[in-house]
């Protein structure tokens, strides 16, 4: 069959499907790009040419393309609001699926939104989160099962937006309903399981609570590795989650073979330029900080910071995060005028995007004060560290490692000036 013929961009979408589920993410891509044109050459029903619009931006997107991915998602989310209407599933996919981007790309309020739009369009289909009612009462099994991925990805969204912005509290309950319905539809070591097990984690390790991050890792990751084998793709991230985890305990050097392995796993399977391969270099960097590796530590920062500008431009939380570890290794190096340049340039862009009682602020005040300390330019120091340990109780808790060792450092200031 030839590719003028009309079947062939059903043909070429079927071989991007395959192309994408075995990880060969450009070639699916070649494939849903040729398709496309197909459909929109020949006049093809609109709800078609929203999927395959849909389709080429997730293959994007895999490639870490986000800014190219996006306004694919947005036309076909135009495309299927006025096709389908507002309250769709396919239209509560789409938002899902635009969130996830939005959220990558530093913008969590948008990202909020939409992940908040779709759980609404979810609950009227499936009222409460418990049987379904409505339109899913009367669907057939598969669909009845689509729609429950719809709705746990529509919880994700919107509890990694939560997350990302510091409201640990209201992330929680969206974050443990996506696990309970996931355990509920499919089993309780199910992949899907596994995916909002990892989201819990990581929302656990940045609340300060260690030992339930740890839990929902390590079963999330006992899963992967039954269901995909040791050395999936899948895997590197929860490797890396845990390594993560060990940072934030203070256990550097517990967590840099976990986080060597991951990064080998990505940069194998990604390529060395994609945005998850600058994550994971970034956190390696900081558990070589911590053992005092600075040469190879600052090496790895670097290389991730130039991924982040090229990816997401200058003003991205990810850039705001590689200055403020940036500043920590030239502060140990006894260079104090540079890293109060680079505490104050990682402050401008996280007050300017994130807003200024984000707990990421409120980090970024504690070590610029603790800096300011070391100088002896204590009133600075004291104004910064009262208002770091501010915003850290209100958006962390009293309790939270991050706050205690903000107090601790307003403390240890001289009494007497």
């Known amino acids: 069959m030839g590719l003028e013929t009309p079947g062939s961009a059903a043909e070429l979408r079927s071989l991007g499907q395959e192309h994408e589920e075995a990880g060969r993410h450009a070639e699916a891509e070649e494939c849903y790009r040729r398709a496309l044109l197909l459909l929109e050459g020949d006049g093809s029903d609109e709800v078609e040419v929203a999927c395959a619009l849909n389709e080429l ?90 729609l429950v991925l719809i709705r746990q990805q529509s919880l994700l969204a919107l509890a990694t937006a939560l997350r990302s912005q510091g409201r640990y509290a209201e992330a929680e309950p969206p974050s443990e309903e996506s696990v309970r319905i996931a355990e509920e539809a499919f089993g309780p070591e199910d992949y899907q399981v596994a995916l909002s097990l990892n989201a819990l984690g990581v929302l656990y390790k940045y609340w300060g609570k260690y030992d339930r991050a740890e839990e929902a890792y390590l079963r999330s990751c006992a899963i992967l590795e039954k269901r995909l084998g040791p050395d999936h793709l899948q895997l590197s ?44 270099r970034s956190t390696l960097a900081a558990l070589l900080d911590g053992q005092g590796k600075f040469d190879e530590a600052e090496d790895l920062y670097r290389r991730a910071l130039a991924g982040y500008q090229r990816v997401f431009g200058p003003e991205h939380p990810d850039v705001a995060l590689t200055f403020n570890n940036l500043a920590a290794i030239a502060r140990a190096r006894e260079k104090p005028a540079e890293a109060e340049a680079l505490y104050r340039r990682a402050l401008e862009i996280r007050e300017k995007i994130l807003g200024p009682d984000h707990p990421q602020v409120g980090t970024t005040l504690n070590n610029l004060g603790q800096l300011y300390a070391s100088l002896e330019r204590y009133p600075e120091a ?8 501010s915003i850290l109780e209100m958006s962390c808790g009293p309790d939270h490692p991050n706050t205690l060792a903000a107090r601790e450092n307003l403390s240890a200031l001289p009494r007497a000036r």
């Open 57 to 146: 931006a997730e293959a994007m997107r895999a490639q870490g393309k986000f800014a190219a991915a996006e306004p694919l998602y947005r036309r076909s989310l135009e495309i299927l609001e006025r096709t389908e209407g507002a309250g769709h599933p396919d239209v509560a996919n789409l938002l899902n699926n635009l969130s996830g981007v939005r959220q990558v790309q530093g913008d969590y309020l948008e990202a909020e939104a939409l992940g908040r739009r779709s759980v609404e369009i979810l609950e009227k289909i499936w009222p409460g989160g418990g049987s379904p009612g409505g339109e899913a009462e009367e669907c057939d099994a598969e669909t009845r099962a689509a």
């Open 237 to 280: 991230y929860l490797l890396y989650n845990l390594a993560g985890l060990a940072h934030a305990r203070g256990r550097y050097a517990e967590g840099e073979p976990l986080c060597r392995r991951a990064l080998a796993m990505k940069e194998k399977a990604l390529g060395s330029d994609h945005p998850d391969v600058a994550v994971n």
């Open 382 to 389: 004291e104004s910064l560290l009262r208002r770091a340990v």
